[in-house]
């Protein structure tokens, strides 16, 4: 698992799936359709992304409505 996969998941599991075991969050885990994310703590997890790695997210980016 690299760095900044090992930190998005620990993010998660401490913020949204506390007492969780690591092993049950896959890159294959839908977020928002399992219920894990709704729209606040997508907010929370963008807050995270922008400030631990420097990036930044437009609303385009985070609308999926594909």
């Given amino acids: 698992m690299n760095n900044v996969q090992a930190q998005l998941t620990q ?12 092993r049950n969050l896959t890159l294959d885990t839908e ?4 219920g894990i ?9 963008v807050t995270f992304l922008e400030e631990r790695f420097k990036v930044e997210f437009e609303a385009s980016d985070l609308d999926r409505s594909e």
């Fill in 37 to 45: 994310l709704d729209s606040l703590s997508t907010l929370k997890l």
């Fill in 11 to 22: 993010f998660i599991l401490e913020n949204f799936l506390p007492g969780e075991d690591a």
């Fill in 31 to 34: 977020l928002k359709e399992s």
